[in-house]
């Protein structure tokens, strides 16, 4: 083991990308399910992993037959991002993302792997032209959007507006949720972070780069309409009434209304925040409720895992959960693609601390 390997750093870092993985792959065979056909089919509350009962899909799994652990289009889009930031060797442009994309669907190995990136890559070309699903507000970015929290430990504004440039693989207010998410990520990679200030970093760091964006009169009107952060503050609300990941589901479907769209966006951010304060912080009931809340829960348990884990760390992801993710994707060793993130970041503060010395001997 090295000795980055024994930072917190190295530790947050592995934790938030295997905890994304385990909770997509944990909710990904039971993806739609409703929480009593999942209670039904699987004896109560699903903590295991399960063969998956459809076939292999563009933006599903890609494992054949009754492979466990398989993991989603969530994921692997993930990784490509952290290509992205490996080959930018810090925070990537759209462009550097972009290139990425091209280099995966020109050489995918596949047509599955190919038809998952193809919207994204000609999105990146197409621009404005090319609206996702429609113009709807997917979770296409939150939802593998992680590594840029990672990348901003500890700068919640600067993961914020990066998640929410990063963002052009979605449109409308998805950016936004986006964008939170990401700023979430980064508090949680604070050495001592609180539940508090991990929610209020994802609200604050919204609401300072919006009044920069909309002027001071328009955020002076009452109505001025913030879905975002609407539903987030609905949500907790209901969690500081419950205070329990399993309760909170029934309230929070009548605060989020489901509609013909089901990648959600807002349902993306606000349900795995939801459950990540319902939980206390707690990684495995964070995953198991969102799980557990049905809907689009691979895509839900994939952003609370990933939450959960960058604010704990590796070693608060339970042990049974993490040989079937890495046996079960063996295409990514994400303890190897840890470690290069976490160099990366570790040589971003050196560079980072030598230019603020430098400013500092001007002062």
């Known amino acids: 083991m090295t000795s980055l390997e024994q930072t917190v750093l190295f530790k947050k870092v592995y ?15 039971v993806e739609g399910w409703t929480p009593e056909r999942i209670r039904e089919t699987y004896g109560g509350h699903l903590d295991r992993y399960v063969p998956y009962r459809r076939g292999p899909g563009y933006h ?9 652990g398989a993991y989603t289009d969530d994921t ?7 290509q992205a930031i490996i080959q930018a060797g810090g925070m990537p442009r759209p462009g550097d993302f972009g290139e990425v994309l091209a280099r995966a669907y020109h050489h995918a190995p596949d047509e599955m792997y190919e038809g998952l990136v193809e919207e994204y890559y000609l999105k990146a070309i197409w621009g404005r032209d090319k609206v996702i699903f429609s113009g709807e507000p997917t979770n296409g970015a939150i939802m593998g959007n992680s590594p840029i929290g990672l990348l901003a430990a500890c700068r919640p504004d600067d993961a914020y507006q990066a998640g929410f440039d990063l963002a052009f693989i979605t449109d409308g207010y998805a950016k936004t949720s986006s964008a939170m998410m990401a700023a979430a990520v980064a508090a949680a990679m ?23 964006r909309e002027g001071p009169r328009w955020n002076t009107l009452e ?46 951010l606000v349900v795995p925040l939801a459950m ?39 070693e608060a992801v339970p042990a049974e959960w ?18 290069q993130m976490a160099e990366i970041i570790a040589r971003n503060y050196e560079k980072a601390q030598a230019e603020w010395n430098a400013v500092g001997a001007l002062i």
């Open 322 to 339: 993490i040989r079937p993710v890495v046996d079960g994707n063996p295409e990514t060793d994400m303890r190897a693609l840890s470690v």
């Open 15 to 29: 934790g938030c990308l295997l905890g994304g993985a385990i909770g997509d792959a944990l909710g990904g065979p």
């Open 276 to 314: 990540f304060v319902a939980a206390d912080g707690d990684f495995r009931q964070t995953v198991m409720g969102c799980v557990m809340y049905g809907r689009d829960n691979d895509s839900y348990a994939s952003v609370g895992g990933a939450l959960a884990g960058a604010f704990h760390g590796v």
């Open 76 to 82: 692997r889009i993930k990784h490509l991002l952290c």
């Open 223 to 268: 109505w001025r309409y913030d879905p975002n952060v609407k539903f987030l503050r609905q949500a907790l609300e209901i969690v500081r009434r419950e205070k329990d990941v399993f309760a909170i589901q029934k309230p929070l479907y009548a605060v989020l209304e489901w509609g013909h769209l089901f990648s959600e966006a807002i349902h993306t």
């Open 60 to 68: 599903a799994h890609f494992g054949e037959g009754d492979r466990i």
């Open 190 to 212: 604070a050495p001592h972070p609180t539940i508090d200030g991990v929610i209020a970093a994802a609200i604050d760091a919204h609401l300072r780069f919006a009044k920069r």
